[in-house]
């Protein structure tokens, strides 16, 4: 059997999930993830097998191509629509123009906050950990860099956008500075990841949930 899979995550379920489904279905315990991808997030994930497994890290450090939807004149505490919206106002419509521009502006090095809802830890603990027990903590500032941002539409509020990005770039983070960009409260509504390194979704295998 191949030490590698090349899984399609659907909507809705934790990377961990498709591990569980994975294994049951496979009967493999030895089993890990290149990757974690948020449950509202859908894609490519590379899941190594036995083996496989000592590959992983290498993996975790490929640049990475996502499709993000952002909608402007929300915030939530979360970064994406599972969070509390702490932030709502009305946000007049804006030329396609500044909409490419921001996201142009994104391509190089920035400095920007983690979501305080992510893995990272502080003093040994994960800051979600933290959020979830109403605890406030200051939050670490993270280079992410950006390759490229492309605009593949705007329906206002909704921007979609692809971005090509370097390992350890958040998403959510993205759409925020985008917002703040153009003035307006932003968070990240739809989010697929379609490359890492030199793999593909196309290549990947739909995974069916229900096994």
Do not use: W
């Amino acid at each position: 059997m191949k030490d590698l899979l090349l899984i399609d995550k659907p909507k809705g379920i934790t990377s961990f999930d498709c591990i569980r489904i994975l294994r049951k279905k496979l009967g493999i315990k030895k089993m890990g993830h290149a990757g974690t991808l948020d449950p509202l997030a859908t894609g490519l994930m590379i899941i190594g097998l036995n083996e496989g497994t000592k590959k992983l890290n290498d993996y975790l450090k490929l640049p990475k191509t996502y499709l993000a939807t952002i909608r402007l004149g929300i915030k939530t505490d979360t970064g994406d629509l599972e969070g509390k919206v702490v932030v709502q106002e009305e946000v007049k419509e804006l030329l396609l123009e500044e909409i490419k521009e921001a996201g142009a502006s994104l391509i190089g090095e920035n400095e920007l906050e983690v979501p305080k809802y992510s893995a990272i830890k502080k003093n040994g603990k994960a800051l979600y950990k933290y959020a979830r027990e109403g605890q406030e903590v200051e939050v670490p500032i993270k280079k992410m860099v950006v390759n490229e941002a492309k605009v593949i539409s705007y329906n206002h509020p909704d921007i979609e956008i692809e971005f090509d990005v370097e390992s350890g770039v958040y998403i959510r983070s993205l759409a925020e500075e985008l917002g703040r960009r153009l003035n307006a409260p932003a968070t990240l509504v739809d989010l697929r990841r379609t490359r890492v390194g030199e793999f593909r979704v196309e290549e990947a295998e739909l995974l069916d949930r229900e096994v």
